[in-house]
């Protein structure tokens, strides 16, 4: 597999992951933490780490929204147990 294609993999693999996770809502941060040893926040940051490395800006709020597909006070509110 060339570069690009595998980069293009890569992508649909992490944009099937963050859609998963924001379909599943039930599925709790601390759970996925406690059994995987990272969570949605953490995506969050390396996604923010990501953008920085690749000389760009972004919020650690702005990453979040991505990641859960809202605002992060809206999604506790309405899915955090």
């Known amino acids: 597999m060339d570069e690009n294609s595998r ?3 890569e992508a649909a693999v992490f944009r099937r992951l963050v859609k998963h ?3 599943h809502t039930e599925v709790q941060n601390i759970d996925v933490m406690n059994l995987a040893g990272f969570c949605r926040n953490c995506l969050a940051k390396w996604y923010q780490a990501a953008v920085e490395e690749q000389g760009g800006q972004l ?3 702005e990453a979040r929204e991505i990641i859960y597909g809202m605002p992060y006070e809206e999604w506790k509110a309405k899915y955090q147990k």
């Open 7 to 9: 980069l293009e993999v």
């Open 59 to 61: 919020s650690y709020d």
């Open 21 to 23: 996770f924001q379909e």
